[in-house]
Nanobody, 115 residues
Framework: QVQLVESGGGLVQAGGSLRLSCAAS????????MGWYRQAPGKQRELVAT???????NYAESVKGRFTISRDNAKNTISLQMSSLKPEDTAVYYC?????????WGQGTQVTVSS
């Protein structure tokens, strides 16, 4: 079992920055990949960015050049540095971790970007 706890959401004006963090805890597993997904009201959950244990990174086209994902394998944590935020980035952001036997989700953290 993997427990994920996100932090760092909040309210920011358009053009501003926020940093999200996610810490994974538990034992007896190796995390192969972690990432961030988001879900806006009335929309499906979508990928924001993922990073593998080997540091292969994937970004959604909508956040390329503005968001940066990073990972500390030793601490099982990831961060998402979000810059040049837009109102359309408003959503609940979820941390995700993939291990051999399954995928786990955090409880989500709200990011609101005002225009």
């Amino acid at each position: 079992q993997v427990q994920l706890v996100e932090s760092g959401g909040g309210l920011v004006q358009a053009g501003g920055s926020l940093r999200l963090s996610c810490a994974a805890s538990g034992s007896g597993f190796t995390i192969n990949a972690m990432g961030w997904y988001r879900q806006a009201p009335g929309k499906q959950r979508e990928l924001v960015a993922t990073i593998t244990r080997g540091d292969t990174i994937n970004y959604a086209e909508s956040v390329k050049g503005r968001f940066t994902i990073s990972r500390d394998n030793a601490k099982n944590t990831i961060s998402l540095q979000m810059s040049s935020l837009k109102p359309e980035d408003t959503a609940v952001y979820y941390c995700n971790a993939r291990i051999l036997i399954g995928t786990f989700w955090g409880q989500g953290t709200q990011v609101t970007v005002s225009s």
